[in-house]
């Protein structure tokens, strides 16, 4: 089985509201709210660490359950969410500039007068 990898869709609106994540589609302004489980994954998807790590680091300890059943809960729930553009799913490592709202900037040179 090949590792997934998964990124928050910049594009989504997304607020923490006690402990929950509060996520708009930029797609079709539907609003959707992730229980802890979800928002822990919603948290942890930079992109660049394999799902079945953010299952067993984050998800496990956290809840009790078996690794597999997570894994397998995890990806359907990844997949629901990219099938509504708010995650992306991908079997490669997803670039930063994919993934993140802001890129990073070079501060203007020279002085200003």
């Known amino acids: 089985?090949?590792?997934?990898?998964v990124a928050r869709n910049p594009r989504a609106a997304?607020?923490?509201l006690d402990g929950e994540m509060?996520?708009?589609?930029?797609?079709?302004?539907?609003?959707f709210t992730l229980?802890?489980?979800a928002?822990?994954?919603?948290?942890?998807?930079?992109?660049?660490?394999?799902?079945?790590?953010?299952v067993t680091q984050r998800i496990c300890p956290e809840f009790d359950?078996?690794?597999?059943v997570a894994l397998k809960d995890a990806e359907d729930l990844a997949r629901e969410l990219a099938s509504h553009e708010i995650m992306q799913v991908?079997?490669?490592?997803?670039?930063?500039?994919?993934?993140?709202?802001?890129?990073q900037r070079n501060p203007p040179t020279g002085n200003a007068q």
Not at 65 to 68: A, D, H, V
Not at 90 to 102: F, L, M, N, V
């Open 1 to 5: 089985m090949s590792k997934l990898y």
């Open 90 to 103: 991908s079997d490669a490592p997803i670039a930063a500039s994919a993934s993140s709202p802001t890129t």
């Open 22 to 31: 509060m996520i708009m589609s930029a797609r079709d302004s539907t609003l």
């Open 14 to 16: 997304a607020r923490s």
């Open 39 to 54: 928002t822990i994954l919603w948290q942890s998807a930079d992109g660049n660490t394999p799902l079945d790590e953010i």
């Open 35 to 37: 229980n802890k489980t």
């Open 65 to 68: 359950i078996e690794p597999g």
